[in-house]
């Protein structure tokens, strides 16, 4: 159980073009999911945190105009990276947590964005 | 505000050999947990192990275990009988245990761990 899917995996586009990224609990509900940024040998950059209902929570530097997240349900979070820029490729990795036994995060496999 | 370190940016090992990467936190909290997490060149962020700050005994699992070490804000990861597919990166993480904590995480930089046949 536990299963956290991410689509999609890999996305290569143009600059200026906006893409979205899903992240989707599979198998619980999710009280809070939450968005990352990595960089090339680097550790997780937090850039967001969403619960369902509610506006996003981005962390400090984190253009909310740019990156756009709906937590439309329980199982379902969206990233939308809008007007994409070259320096906007990354791999991005989403993670959910439910309640219980205590607020253990399952990880998304993660995307991949390139922009051209 | 709470910080994970982990000084060791690489370090590898001999297969079937024992390996001890470190961690040092920073906090004010009296309850959270602390966590290893093992990211493969997949990339799929895996929770090797799990340690709640209450608990003094350390946790193992399998050739997975911990050194807690609260006082001195110690949480060292030890692999024993290292395989090649412990080969990866290595963070450890800290949440905070409260009421109302959505559970973010505060992950350390990293430790990329090399297993040589």
């Given at each position: ?26 198998d ?22 969403s ?5 996003a ?7 909310k ?35 219980y ?5 399952f990880?998304?496999p ?7 | 505000a ?5 000084s ?5 090992v001999?297969e079937a ?13 009296s ?6 997490y093992?990211?493969p ?7 090797v ?8 005994q ?24 290292s ?12 949440m ?22």
């Amino acid at each position: 159980g536990a299963v956290v899917s991410q689509h999609p995996s890999r996305v290569i586009c143009k600059s200026g073009t906006s893409v979205k990224i899903e992240c989707r609990s599979l198998d619980f509900q999710a009280t809070t999911m939450f968005w990352y940024r990595q960089f090339p040998k680097q550790s997780l950059m937090l850039m967001a945190t969403s619960n369902e209902g509610s506006k996003a929570t981005y962390e400090q530097g984190v253009e909310k105009d740019k990156f756009l997240i709906n937590h439309a349900s329980l199982t379902l979070s969206t990233l939308t990276v809008t007007s994409a820029h070259p320096e906007d490729s990354s791999f991005y990795i989403c993670s959910a947590t439910r309640d219980y036994p205590y607020n253990e995060q399952f990880f998304g496999p993660g995307t991949r964005l390139t922009v051209l | 505000a709470q910080t994970v370190t982990q000084s060791q940016p690489e370090m590898s090992v001999q297969e079937a050999e024992t390996v001890t990467l470190s961690c040092t936190y920073d906090t004010s909290e009296s309850n959270y947990y602390l966590f290893w997490y093992k990211q493969p060149p997949s990339r799929q962020m895996i929770l090797v192990i799990r340690q709640e700050a209450y608990k003094q005994q350390n946790a193992t699992e399998n050739r997975f275990s911990v050194n807690f070490q609260k006082a001195a804000k110690s949480f060292s990861l030890k692999i024993s009988d290292s395989q090649l597919g412990d080969t990866a990166m290595y963070f450890c993480a800290f949440m905070k245990q409260s009421r109302g904590s959505q559970g973010n995480l505060i992950f350390g930089k990293g430790t990329k761990l090399s297993v040589k046949p």
